[in-house]
């Protein structure tokens, strides 16, 4: 019989097998569950050297899954210019201003997490950052990364003036002559790709190392890395920065590297993909690190119109435009390749956020199927912004998981200013459908993309709930029907990306054999009223049966 290492006693469990939490130990031996259950139970397990720790009542939950972030590029820009918590285009300019005089010797002043709502239109111009830096070139992408806000002087040294046309995939804001006002959109970003410094190994590892802390601290035991791209020109490899992180021992959370389908690189790319794949799994151990998934950018973002959608954007008096978004790939190209991803054994996991998009991505599964079969491929798509009533049905059916963001179903600025309005008049009652989705068998996970937002679990379980941002008491966004009950989302966080993670067998639930990986809550979630679970706070989080993060009294202070 095996002994454990540490027993968890005295507290609350929710194991994911039960529809709520049960008092209960926790048993632990070997970096895995030796036993869920009562005292009594659980004192065979025990000996004169098992670390016996008080719970005092809080809740044990299986650790939370990411399923979509991009934490080496969020930990890298909170080193740099960071924008994330400024409240209005006032603050995010005092911010810039104070970055680049506290840093006299850095070439551009890179960073990123400013907010469309704080500017008129969602565009901030380039005159606000030559007020404040006018000699040395600023890049500062959005919150959503799907923008970019510059100053003069990086538009000098990229060589685009009113001249340079918009490339297909993106487009710049002008001015009355043409000239680029500031912001940046989608692909016209890559323009400045050749004169802004890139990332160096140095700064990604340490970014990594950054996220990794912090996300610890939120309860997040695993996660997807939704953009690993390969290297080009001098950059970064990001699937060597996490091998050699794996390797060293820094990496304590489990991560599946989604590889980046180019848009521009063709068929040709598929072999380079499977040969990376198969170098990790020949490196490190799949439960740790692996990089079976391509992440396939459908379309953009609905603020910025960019999102593919069915119906066309409205303008600012409510008629129709001809613009209906981008649609990065042609939706017959598209079929093609994803059959090709699927039949070499790899994961497809899809950035569909506009409703056209949507349609695309699961036409490009069911042609999958139709000419593989059924697989293990467990693909998800990621946002579903808007979904048509008639697609809601199809992931079930194709065996495709809804990858939901749910700290967006919510009334806030960027959707009520940004983007309600330039949709049709139904537009709410479609927007995020996370309730109809469930109501079909779809099976549900659940992921934050940081840094576009905050990887707080909690923060989302709490919107997902209510469909209210934390603290608010206003009006729901779009139907009750569309609201999640707290063990729905609970699980989309654990069981639900453990099973897109292929980590099913081994976390996401908390029962005998499984990885002890796992939660301490404050207080118990499932006895809050539904307003107020945004107030729970996560005390530990343990993988492997070893405690790696335990809030301090600062942290409760604060």
């Known amino acids: 019989?095996?002994?454990?290492?540490?027993?968890?006693?005295?507290?609350?469990?929710?194991?994911?097998?039960?529809?709520?939490?049960?008092?209960?130990?926790?048993?632990?031996?070997?970096?895995?569950?030796?036993?869920v259950g009562a005292a009594e139970e659980l004192a065979p397990l025990a000996d004169g050297a098992t670390e016996r720790l008080d719970v005092a009542g809080k809740l044990i939950v299986p650790?939370?899954?990411?399923?979509?972030?991009?934490?080496?590029?969020?930990?890298?820009?909170?080193?740099?210019?960071?924008?994330?918590?400024?409240?209005?285009?006032?603050?995010?300019?005092?911010?810039?201003?104070?970055?680049?005089?506290?840093?006299?010797d850095e070439p551009w002043i890179l960073g990123a997490g400013w907010s469309m709502e704080h500017f008129p239109g969602g565009t901030p111009t380039r005159q606000l950052l030559d007020a404040v830096v006018p000699d040395r070139p600023v890049f500062l992408q959005n919150r959503d990364h799907?923008?970019?806000?510059?100053?003069?002087?990086?538009?000098?040294?990229?060589?685009?003036?009113?001249?340079?046309?918009?490339?297909?995939?993106?487009?710049?804001?002008?001015?009355?002559?043409?000239?680029?006002?500031?912001?940046?959109?989608?692909?016209?970003?890559?323009?400045?790709?050749?004169?802004?410094?890139?990332?160096?190994?140095?700064?990604?590892y340490a970014g990594l190392l950054k996220a990794q802390e912090l996300l610890l601290s939120q309860g997040i035991t695993a996660w997807q890395d939704a953009w690993v791209t390969m290297p080009e020109d001098g950059s970064v490899d990001l699937l060597q920065v996490y091998l050699k992180a794996a390797q060293a021992g820094d990496l304590k959370v489990r991560v599946r590297i989604c590889q980046w389908w180019d848009r521009t690189a063709g068929d040709a790319q598929l072999e380079p993909i499977l040969a990376r794949r198969e170098e990790v799994a020949q490196a490190v151990a799949p439960e740790r690190l692996t990089a079976s998934t391509v992440k396939i950018m459908v379309d953009g973002v609905a603020e910025n119109f960019t999102a593919a959608m069915h119906e066309p954007y409205r303008d600012h008096h409510g008629h129709h435009t001809d613009n209906r978004g981008i649609e990065f790939f042609d939706p017959e190209e598209m079929k093609g390749f994803v059959t090709a991803l699927d039949a070499a054994g790899m994961q497809l996991h899809f950035h569909a956020l506009g409703d056209r998009a949507v349609t695309d991505a699961l036409d490009a599964l069911e042609q999958a199927r139709a000419a593989n079969g059924a697989t293990d491929g467990r693909h998800h798509l990621a946002h579903l912004q808007l979904v048509r009533a008639e697609d809601t049905p199809r992931f079930a059916k194709l065996g495709a998981a809804a990858n939901m963001q749910a700290l967006w179903a919510c009334h806030e600025d960027q959707m009520d200013e940004l983007t309600l309005p330039f949709l049709e008049p139904d537009a709410e009652e479609r927007h995020y459908p996370f309730g109809e989705l469930a109501a079909h068998g779809t099976r549900l996970a659940a992921g934050s993309d940081w840094p576009v937002s905050t990887a707080d679990p909690l923060a989302a379980m709490h919107v997902a709930v209510n469909r209210t941002s934390p603290g608010e008491t206003g009006k729901p966004l779009g139907p009750d029907h569309q609201k999640l009950s707290l063990q729905q989302i609970l699980n989309a966080y654990t069981q639900g990306t453990a099973w897109i993670n292929h980590l099913d067998h081994l976390t996401g639930t908390l029962e005998e054999g499984r990885l002890a990986d796992f939660v301490v809550l404050d207080r118990d979630v499932f006895q809050l009223p539904a307003e107020q679970i945004h107030t729970a706070r996560v005390e530990e989080t343990w993988i492997d049966g070893t405690r790696v993060y335990r809030r301090t009294a600062q942290e409760e202070e604060a």
């Not at 290492?5 to 895995?32: F, M, S």
């Not at 924008?83 to 603050?91: H, K, P």
């Open 146 to 204: 799907h923008g970019a806000w510059v100053n003069s002087k990086a538009l000098e040294l990229a060589g685009i003036d009113a001249t340079t046309p918009d490339p297909e995939s993106g487009r710049f804001e002008r001015e009355a002559d043409g000239t680029p006002a500031g912001t940046v959109h989608e692909g016209a970003m890559d323009l400045f790709a050749s004169v802004r410094p890139g990332t160096s190994e140095e700064l990604a």
């Open 1 to 35: 019989m095996a002994i454990a290492q540490t027993i968890l006693e005295n507290g609350w469990v929710y194991t994911g097998r039960d529809d709520v939490p049960r008092r209960a130990d926790l048993a632990i031996g070997d970096g895995k569950i030796l036993a």
């Open 63 to 104: 650790g939370f899954q990411d399923s979509h972030m991009h934490p080496v590029f969020a930990g890298v820009e909170l080193l740099q210019c960071d924008l994330t918590e400024v409240t209005s285009a006032d603050d995010a300019v005092d911010t810039v201003r104070r970055y680049a005089e506290e840093h006299p």
